[in-house]
């Protein structure tokens, strides 16, 4: 696909059809960058790689109550987010259909990622963002030298009002646009490599829209197509009770999402009230027979303390998923394994942290 689209012409949601290879002698010679699984990643000419050799993040085992779970460390990313995975294929392939203004909504760590990308391209980008933004991820993305719009109101507002500003130019929207995902997919790259070519048992992830969760799910699959793997892990998704769309959906056995009246959530980062993709979330973690953790606002900073006094610098979105992995592992069963991840750099959220410390 080279056209200028990001969304079906019915208007709908579009995926991406694409060969992933996976020449394993060849892929562990390279360097140690989510770009050396190069014949999995939708981009034609290497030409058009905006990267900054990112990924390949360490998987560091941590403990909690005498039991071991692996964490992605993705809040070490270049922007500082597990968004740069998305950012850094998207751009490129941005890039190769010479498209040179992009723009994007996003609750900030999205937005601070494209912005880093288009620099790094020389694209111009325009981000806009809701007015509750921590002021962290605001200054990055204007210190990028990008275009920054504050939208009162809430999320959905800031989407409409980029969706059309987009009209003119072009939406790399990290939930409508399929290449981000083709990004986000090397995270389950990276893990099946460093647990040598096998696959976790269960994966605890945040989902706010998603763009982590399908992403992981894809390059499940694609593994598994290659006959690299032998399973598709459980998903565990983790939402904020403040904010549990999905979760509410799943528990009542439904296959829509019902609107939910959200309330504010210290995880900025996944307060999503009507995530576009929730129908394909809620397949995921029915397929994989996995299931929906909330986590209360208490739990969430409890887990950020925990965290932080451990000398993991987290961002508050991030503990959500960590309150998530507590409040699974009493029933996880021993000789599990299990991986989550670091989402967002706690340098992010400076004005939050210091309230709470
Ligand atoms: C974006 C983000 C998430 C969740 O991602 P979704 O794509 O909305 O599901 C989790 N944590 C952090 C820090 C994020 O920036």
Redo the contacts with the bound molecule.
Sequence with gaps: MNKNIWRCECGGLLDLEFDARFPLKEITKRKETLWRYREALPVEDDANIVSFDEGFTPLISVHFNQRNVLIKEDHLFPSG?F?DRGATVMVSKVKEIGVNRIVEDSSG??GAALAAYAARAHILCDIFVPDYTSEGKLVQIRAYGMNLTKVKGSREDTSSEAMKFAAKYYYAS??WNPFFFHGTKTFSFEVCEQLGWKSPDTLIL????????IGVYIGFQELMRENIIEKIPRFIGVQPENCAPLACSFKKGLNTIIPIEKKPTIAE??M?ANPIRGVQILNIVRESNGDFIEVSEEEIIEALKEMIAMGFYI?P??AATIAGVKKYLPRSSSGEVIVSTF??HGLKTTETLSKIF
């Design positions: 987010s968004k760590n999205a990290h939930y945040p989902v706010g829209n998603g763009s982590l969760l980062g996944i999503i961002e979105t991030s989402t967002g």
